[in-house]
């Protein structure tokens, strides 16, 4: 294939920085922003993907199957969380978790 | 046998005193009193002995005080002429005080804190006499203050006894300063603080250091010795007891600014300017004591203004480089106050501690002892002529006049005057104490006793002349044997001069005695009556002497308590402490603040950490542009 | 060809991702999300990594996504109404985030890459089996572990007081 | 003998042994009191043992010290247990003894917590005693702070007033110049291991580091600051007047008599020999501060109504001499600055004690409160007056010697300095008759119950003014046992 | 792979079978022994370690057990024990109840053990997220609190967003030098762009872990709502092994001069806000983790001078602040009654009615302060020792003065234990397991303090 390492890259930053756009955007929905999460988590395997296939060697791709891995099990607790917490305060927006500060 | 001798002058008293400090409360009565007059006289004896025994001047070294590196200071004492007359003046009047105190004491319970610090009196003055080096000295002088500081408040219920007494601590400290830092100096020119090797060689010394050493000595001279400026403690230290005002403020303490500056004359001798200095502030001393005492009311008082007055004389001789003159007058002087003072005593005592001598008079027949002791004593005050004071007061205004220069000259003339507003305010005092009608007294077996140790007094300041009789009476003791020491070069006079010289002051404390006669002898009734009215500003003005008092209340003592203030819970609580304490709680609040950035809420949180990652890759990139 | 295909699937991702990442309903950005999955599967077929590209598709297309819309169903939250939409003001830091990061990043990363990579090699599935399996197969074991105690987590979260 | 029985390890860890005993029999009050006196007697016992010795040098040791003790300790850094004794050392581990003895004596009316205090106080001791002995200087700033933790709680458990805002006070100033102090001491270390390929704290080489000269100032302006806080020198003093008036008695006069004492040996010791240069550059400074609080604090004393922060100040005015002295770095400045803190030591913390009685028994210090004691407790009133005589310079007593040498030493270096600063002993006279004015003399403005010392107070002012007597009289000895280590301080 | 190979990681082995045991026969078995199994394993997981000889190569592969891994584990375990027998009566009194919370701690310390023996970033990052994991779960693992819950959530999502920036870094970093493998230098000049822009992005993510400022904000919210052993879990063993990671991966890579910067500002802002922050927080909990904040600053302080002084300042600070964090949040632990004790004012007199655990929080107060004779001194003069030979001299000034600020916030505790009457009742009895645990911490806090050769020779062996 002849598309540079470099765009790869790009991509995969653009990608990440979508996925940290919305973190930060959707505040008001805790699954959002574990969408959000997700997409960053994507764009981070794109870039061991390409760096897999740059120095043709399989540890980048294996990274990306653990970092599934990983995702997976974080989701299921995340989700696990955001199902007690709904279950507690009957919302999903993280600005009403504000009960400790200062 | 002389290093005997000296030790056992000095021990006595301090045993005596220690003694009395220590177990007196818990000794009889009786043993105190015998106890402390028998420590003075023991170190009269001692004194008498080492007269005898002396030979020439000496050093003697006892023991070592401190020694740091080159700094010595051993524990020596210098018996010269200077010394020894001093030391047996002060062993006699002393040794009659205490017996005087014994009786004039009788009604007072803190007999064991009176005798106690009136015998370490007599040890911190002779040490003071005696020192060879300027530390030990100093010893001394700080010791007779701080005798005198407790003495004059020895009264201490009444506030104003125990001011007075604080007074005179910090008035001569000032001066004592002085002498602090003058014998740094002379450490730093001299390397030695022995009087005799510095005396010996202040020629090495440019004459501007020799000056401003003078002057240093002045300054503690003044304080010491209550001159311009600093007199004003003397006459409040008259609240103290009659005996310790005759003793410290009348014949021994007081002298030892004068008997400094004798001591040290071969050194600032040197340096006419700072001799100029010392007569001038003598003169005017003089002048001013004899005027306060025109307008005293208060018997004590005179004689205090008296003793700043007859200081100022011998300061005045000092500075004329007479130290002979200087010393004969402060021998005297020491008789024929103490005389006084003690005289004084009685007639309070008579009088239930009343002191106002317009509430007096007629005690001449109710008194008789009394009488014709203090008019001996006034004699010599008021100089009249062949009294001792009469001599001594003349041999100093002599040797100004012999001194020469136009400062010298006008020094003298106010000598002359001084002499007799000093006759004219010391017959006032006896015309309005014993002249008059019947005075009523209060007898004790005490008053007697009293009286009785008025006699010697009377009699040494009666004659005292003859210790050193002008050259055309046959030559004089004290110049004899003053001869060895190294300042005593005086002009050689004629005789015709010294004798217009002395009917000259003879014939003006004469005039000042009939001008007191017919004021007080005469007009006595007029003038109590004028007591009782409003006194006029000059009288006011010389009652209050010369306001000095209310110019340091205004200038230096309001301000130094205002800014003490001011400086405490303005400066110190206001700014520095405040500073701190700002400094804290701005940091605290910078601290809250930076806490207010957990808001709590998540997003926030993740904006921050997000911006932060932001910012170290902008950096990153920054620098790979 | 390759190349045009990799670009078009870029577009395809990167505006799948916009898409989901802007939608009103949470369902909807899911569906979004799965598209773009899908092309980024594509690509990391692409890149020649077949089997990542299957997994890609099973496990986050598949199974994370399926989750995603269980909870979302589960607590109800499918109508946009009900929930608070992120402002101009909440959009407005994270763009500028989100710029700065790639405007960095695409700096860092294109700036200094002129040596001749060594081009794109395609891994066969046994290179892959045979690193997975003899280089790190710890990492199996602590992923495995990590996942039980997902459950383990998931579970006491779940548990009724 | 000396190789025989570690006597310095014995005079620093004997009170630390104190303190845990102390601790452990904390249950019974007299126990308590027994096993602090004990060991406050013994060490008092065990410092006045080393001044037989004096004149002799130790094996191995830098010439002057004639005690000294050397072990590996934590060998990465080259930081060794070194301990030694020369004359300076000895004077201050036998006044550390001696104060501690009367600090033991004067709390013997604490009830609260009376193990814990008594424990404190040891281990304060022990700190103190290894800081006077520390050659090592990473050793010596150990002891520097871990001094700090049993003052600050003896000022905070049992102190009165404002405790906790004095306590904190304290320990915040001392500490932010002690940090200073260290990260100095590590640069030092490093230029030295970087200069020589030794990498080590002890005094003595590192005395032979050249720094260059503005390094030197800053390294030098670090030692100052923490010294001078702890001094305190003119205005970094705020903490002093507080924690002095809120501490119990014991603890003032720990605080007063010997914490501001280490500071100055710390001068001495180390921030002048280390920094040659760099102190002479700075001197002017020192002159300046030290004048200007000999005749400010003095100053400020006369306005207080407080009596134990008049003393308070009181005690920074008279160790500004101290300063002067130091400043002056000439043999018999700094001979006399040592006597003065020894003098310092027991007049400042005898007169701390006398109001510390006088408090315990009419429950206020203000001085209005107060008025004709002499005729009341002729007793007391005999030794307030002693003592405070003693710290207005009379001579005859201690501090006048102390004094003068400093005054005759600096005035060959520094004239305006020294003149200055003794123009201040005349306000220093101001404030003291005012204090004896107040309390001994006039009427009682109020009756009060007071009674005239227990034989335990009436011994332990005995000895206080016996002391202040013998080093008015004859200081000698203790003169001469700084001479050795001053020449060798200051042959550098 | 040998017997003898499964020896060297026999840590690892230990206590993943024992975190597997806990959870099959918890539901069997009693609490107490619960815990006593997680402490058994944890103290010979530890005492093997420490007596253990390091290999040069991997036992299995992508396993090695380090001479690293040999001073870390002990700390590890020792942190772990701690937790373990303070949480068993913490949990009893707060009806947190089941196996899942050994199990979970001992998991966490599986991963701990883990990450220092990794030899490839593969496994270093699975180590390094399934510690965070396992405090994702312990964190809320308190279901009566609602801001368990809350802060779980809120560490769980700053987490997961660090996780992804860690994980993206490791992407770039094998990107640019083609290897995941933990040997040899690595970077090729010129990739330096890449690896560069991925040490940014691990730096990011590893700010989140350490707490240092901007991504510390977490740490009070998490600190204040986790259970109080939890804390002391989280607050020591998380940072250290976030430490130890930067460790591994910076003695893996060149010198980064570009790095510098960042890791300086983050350094100074952590130390200055941390201690800033604490200055007047009345809540203990909200106190210790701004004061962590600090101290990370610290240790990062350290990690800036790049020289072998700055790596063992780290690990021996990472030591020291072990002991020291235990012993407070232990000392909190064990205090706290039906509720936390959450002001520094619900502590007052406690010093006396509660000597031990007053005088153990005062320790570590006096500790974290870094006063003599204590740990906290030892560690902060090693710290500003290196820093200083690392030539940032401004910067450890500036450490200076706000750790020399921090000493009030912690003398303030110190104050409310010993110098003010307490009104509220004398707390319950010290359970033995938390005396047990207390003791020890403070014993090695007054043990490093007084004589830390030891310690420090380990160090030294374990960064060959």
New interface residues.
Partial sequence: MSVPLSHVLIVASLMFAMGLGCVVAWRANVIMMLIGIEIMLNAVMLTFVGGSAHWGIADGQLFSLMLMALTSAEVSLALAMVVYLHRRKNTVNTDQFDSMKG | MLPTYLTLMLLFPLLGGLTCALAGRKLPRTLVEVFACATVWGSFLCAVLAAAAYTAPQVITLADWFTSFDLSIPISLYLDPLSLSMTVMIGFVCGLIHVYSVFYMREDQDYARYFALLNLFVFAMLTLVLGETLPLLYLGWEGVGFCSYLLIGFWYADPANADAGRKAFITTRIGDVALMIALAWLFQLFGTLSVTKVNGMGFLMPGSVITMLGILFLIAAMGKSAQMPLMVWLPDAMAGPTPVSAMIHAATMVTAGVYLLARLLPLIGGSQVALAAIAVTGGLTAFYGATCALAQRDLKRVLAYSTISQIGYMMLGVGAGAVTAATFHLLVHAFFKALLFLGAGCVIAAMHHEQDIYKMGGLKRSLPLTFWSFLVGAACLAGIPFTGGFFSKDSILLAVWLKGGVLYQALYLLGLLTALITAFYSFRLVFLVFAGGNGHVHRSSGLTVMQLVLIPLAILGLFGGLLDLPAYLGGGYLSAFFEGLPAGDLLKVSHEQEIAMQVLAGVVALLGLAAAYFRYGKGRAERMREAQARPSALIGFLAQGWYFDKLYHLVLIRPYQACAGFFWERVDHGVIDASVDGLGSGLGGAGRLLGRWSTGKVAVYLISFAAGGALILGYLAWLAL | MEATLFYILAAVLLTGTLLAITARQAVRSIVYLVTSFFALALMFYLLGAPLIAAFEVIIYAGAIMVLFLFVIMMLELESPEKLPQPHFTNWLPALLLAGAVVGSLVVLLCSRLRAVPPGFVEIPVRQFAFALFKQYGVAVEVVSMQLLFALVGALYLGRRR | MTSLIPILTLLVFLPLCGSLLTFAVRRSDNAVRGVALAFSLAELALSLLPLMLSGQKAAGAPAGFFLYQDAA?????GIRYTLGMDGISAVMVLLTAFITLIAVLSAWGVKE?CGLFFSLLLALQGAVQGLFLSLDLFLF??FW??M??PM??LI??W?TGR??YS??KF??YT??GS??M??AI??L??MHGAQTASYTFALPELVRTNIPHDIGLWLFAAFLLSFAIKFPLF?L??WQPDAYCDAPVAGTLMLGSLLSKTAAYGLIRIAFPLFPEASRALTPLIYVVAVLGIG?FA??A???RDMKRMLAYSSVSHMGFVALGIAAWS??AV??AL?QMVNHAITTGALFLVVGMLEERADSRDLSRYG?T??KI?LFS?FFLVFN?ASAG???LNN??SE??I??????VA?LA??IA??G??LT??YT??LV?EV????EKKPLELKDLSPREAGMLAVMALVVVYLG????PV??L??TP?EVLLAK | MTISDLYTIMPIVITAGAALFVLLCGPMLLSASLTAIGVTASAAAGLWAALGTPASTQAVSGLCFTPLARFLIPVFCFAAAVTLLLSHSYNERRGIKGEEFPATVLFALFALCVLPCATNMLILFLALESVSFAFYILVSMDLNRAESGEAGLKYLLMGAVAAAFTAFGFALLFTGSGTLQLSGALARPDNRAIISAGWGVILVGMAFKLSLVPGHLWTPDVYQGAPAPVSAFLSTSSKVAAAALLLILLALFPPMPELRVPLAALSVLSMVLGNLAALLQQNIKRMLAYSSVAHMGYLSLALLSGSRDGYAAVLLYGAVYTAMNLAAFGAISSLSIDEERELVTDYAGLGFTAPLRGGVLALAMISLAGIPPTAGFIGKFFIFYSAIKGGSIALAIIGILSAAASAYFYLRVVAQLYMHRSQAPAPRAVSLAEGLALCLASAMILVIGVYPGPLLKAIDTALQ
Avoid at chain 4, 473 to 476: A, R
């Fill in positions: 300790w934590i060998e990465r850094f917590r700033y150990l702070e871990a700090l933790i600050l709680l905070g458990v102190g405790p906790v306590t904190i320990f915040l500490f932010v940090l200073l260290l990260v590590i640069a270390y490093l205005p003093h705020t400010y100053w400020i006369f306005a207080q043999p018999v001979s006399g006597l004709g002499w005729g002729p005999f005589m009379v001579p005859g006048f010697v003068l040498i005054l005759v030493g600096t005035f060959r004239p020294a003149a003794f123009l002993t005349i006279l101001v008759v005012r004015q001994l003399f006039g009427k009289v004859h200081p000698g003169l001469d700084f001479k001053l």
